[in-house]
């Protein structure tokens, strides 16, 4: 190929490349190990573009503040340039009378994506932009690639995934959805920190997979030949530690599900759980309804928060509808048939003819992901699911099919679920062994027995409340995100 017939992009590559050389040859360190700074970009923006050009005369600051180039604008012997933190602009300006003839060819040398810092004093235009008049100019990095240009070059959703350092450095607000994140999980520390809860660790490589119903990823330890499965759930070991009278325990958990993907669903996610003795379902509701509206009102401030075409409302309380009830009120089928046991299962099974045999628990589990879960939109406590889906919870007080469990549904999605945990060895055993059955008909989200857990039981496990809360939809709804790529900074791919 001549240089002629190169792609625009590999001629942009070639001339950074000899830019790059030609500073090296300049006796500009390429690779410095730091860089002095006074302030941040967001920082300067923040704290003085609000001062009159006057007020920045007499004040005579100087800054000392690096970023990375974003727009350049040459005018004969001076050049005007934006640099960015990744949250804001500022102006900068340097000029040849003032810098000197060196200083100015050499910055020649800059293109946009490089990252440099600039020393000087703040000033406004004439047009009224703050900057900064450049004494200096400090060379840091060397883009050597073009950037994207901002609409047209980053509109492939997968390449913003697969290069998220561009989407960050082209769109600020990707960043911001990213900071809302790590704001919000250290709410959730904090909440839990002052009620007295011990924040802990767990084993991320479980012998026998357990906590959820899902499929688990395997990998094997060759020193100890062992096969081993990734976590799909902290709980089993979480409500360990109850046992041994850790008795109010969180954990802010990495969990890994062999299931596909799609705009809930990543095979690697994040999750908060807690458990705390003494407690039971109704208070985990409780203390949800607090946690998330304390969010909302901290970090969103109010209790309505945007969700694409509505506005979810956290406002306490919020409202509780049993899983059958749910069922009869948003699938459109009449209560009837609903109550139609082999007619429900018979009509399940052709929904859902991966999951065969259905029995009617499941059947109603299937109608629900089906018809129901996507309806509801404010957030709705959906209690009193079949217990035969709910292998960790305590049969209900008042119909021993249905489950002392509640899943939080919001904008469509489950967001928490909630038990009072099973507590009784003998039973625990038991649904453990109809799981495994159930798992050798081929259902592979079914439990196997974990022998180890059932014996800790048997040391005694008080009354306890437990939950779980998915921190990747959580942040969807809080910052008003479609899909969960949109909120995990590097979501799986496939390989090129």
């Not at 900071?179 to 012998?207: C, K, N, Q, W």
């Amino acid at each position: 190929m001549s240089k002629k017939d190169a792609p625009a992009e590999l001629d942009q590559d070639v001339a950074r490349r000899d830019k790059h050389g030609k500073l090296a040859l300049a006796g500009v360190p390429l690779f410095p190990y730091k860089a002095p700074r006074t302030h941040d970009v967001s920082g300067i923006v923040g704290a003085f573009a609000g001062r009159s050009a006057a007020e920045l005369e007499d004040a005579k600051t100087v800054v000392t503040v690096p970023g990375r180039i974003m727009s350049i604008r040459k005018m004969g012997r001076a050049t005007f340039f934006h640099i960015s933190d990744g949250r804001a602009r500022l102006q900068a300006y340097i000029r040849e009378d003032k810098a000197g003839v060196e200083a100015y060819e050499r910055f020649g040398l800059l293109d946009l994506g490089d990252v440099v810092s600039v020393s000087g004093t703040l000033f406004k235009t004439r047009t009224g932009e703050l900057t900064v008049l450049c004494g200096t100019v400090t060379f840091l990095a060397k883009c050597l690639h073009p950037l994207p240009e901002k609409w047209h070059g980053l509109q492939d959703v997968e390449l913003r995934y697969r290069q998220r350092y561009l989407d960050l450095i082209m769109n600020p607000e990707v960043g911001e959805v990213f900071r809302l994140r790590s704001a919000i999980v250290a709410h959730i520390r904090r909440f839990f920190d002052e009620r007295g809860y011990i924040e802990v660790e767990t084993p991320m490589m479980h012998v026998v997979p357990g906590g959820a119903l899902a499929r688990p990823f395997k990998t094997h330890h060759n020193a100890l030949d062992l096969d081993l499965y990734l976590r799909i759930a902290p709980e089993l070991f979480l409500k360990r530690l109850i046992v041994g009278g850790l008795d109010r325990v969180y954990e802010i958990n990495r969990s890994f599900r062999n299931e596909g993907l799609d705009a809930q669903h990543n095979p690697e996610f994040t999750m908060l759980e807690f458990y705390e003795a003494y407690k039971d379902y109704y208070d985990m509701m409780d203390m949800t309804e607090e946690l998330l509206t304390g969010l909302a009102v901290a970090l969103r401030g109010g209790e309505e928060v945007p969700f694409g075409d509505h506005r979810v409302s956290f406002k306490r309380p919020y409202e509780r509808l049993k899983f059958v009830d749910a069922c009869v009120k948003h699938s459109g089928l009449a209560p009837g048939r609903i109550a139609d046991r082999p007619g429900l299962i018979a009509f399940a099974e052709g929904l859902a003819p991966d999951k065969k045999p259905l029995t009617y628990g499941r059947a109603l589990d299937v109608v629900f992901d089906r018809f129901v879960k996507d309806k509801i939109v404010q957030p709705t406590f959906i209690t009193h699911p079949p217990r035969e889906i709910s292998p960790l919870a305590k049969a209900s007080r008042d119909d021993p099919e249905e489950a002392e469990r509640f899943e939080l549904l919001i904008a469509g999605m489950e967001v928490a679920n909630a038990f009072s945990e099973l507590t009784d060895p003998a039973e625990q055993k038991a649904i453990f062994e109809e799981q495994a059955e159930a798992k050798k008909r081929g259902d592979e989200e079914s439990h196997p027995v974990d022998m180890d857990y059932v014996e800790a039981l048997e040391y005694g496990l008080p009354p306890t409340g437990g939950e779980g809360i998915g921190i990747d939809r959580l942040t969807m709804i809080l910052a008003d995100r479609r899909t969960i790529r949109e909120v995990i900074l590097f979501p799986l791919l496939r390989p090129k």
